[in-house]
């Protein structure tokens, strides 16, 4: 309350730096998932299981739920367990 203009400049600032980090991290997860040959299929589902799990545990489910998405994805998908763990 009351900085002022510069409150807004550095406001911004620290914005920009957040959205870079943010797409710096998902360009790079995404590479990492494509070299170990993850289907969009398995990333979809780890994405719609962390938005279930964010409500469902609310600090640490958006985590939780798109490793476990992930995870059951892959299993379905290659029939076995520990290549699904190496993959994901």
């Known amino acids: 309350g009351g900085a002022g203009p510069l409150g807004w400049i550095v406001f911004a600032v620290g914005m920009v730096f957040v959205v870079a980090g943010m797409a710096s991290s998902a360009v790079l997860t995404g590479r990492r998932l494509k ?25 640490l489910g958006l985590f939780t739920g798109f490793a476990l998405g992930l995870l059951l994805s892959e299993v379905q998908r290659t029939r076995d367990l520990k290549a699904a763990l190496r993959s994901s």
Not at 35 to 59: C, D, E, K, W, Y
Request: zero cysteines; aromatic letters at 4%.
């Open 35 to 59: 070299q170990h040959g993850v289907p969009n299929r398995s990333v979809l589902i780890g994405v719609a299981l962390a938005v279930v799990g964010m409500f469902v545990i609310p600090v």
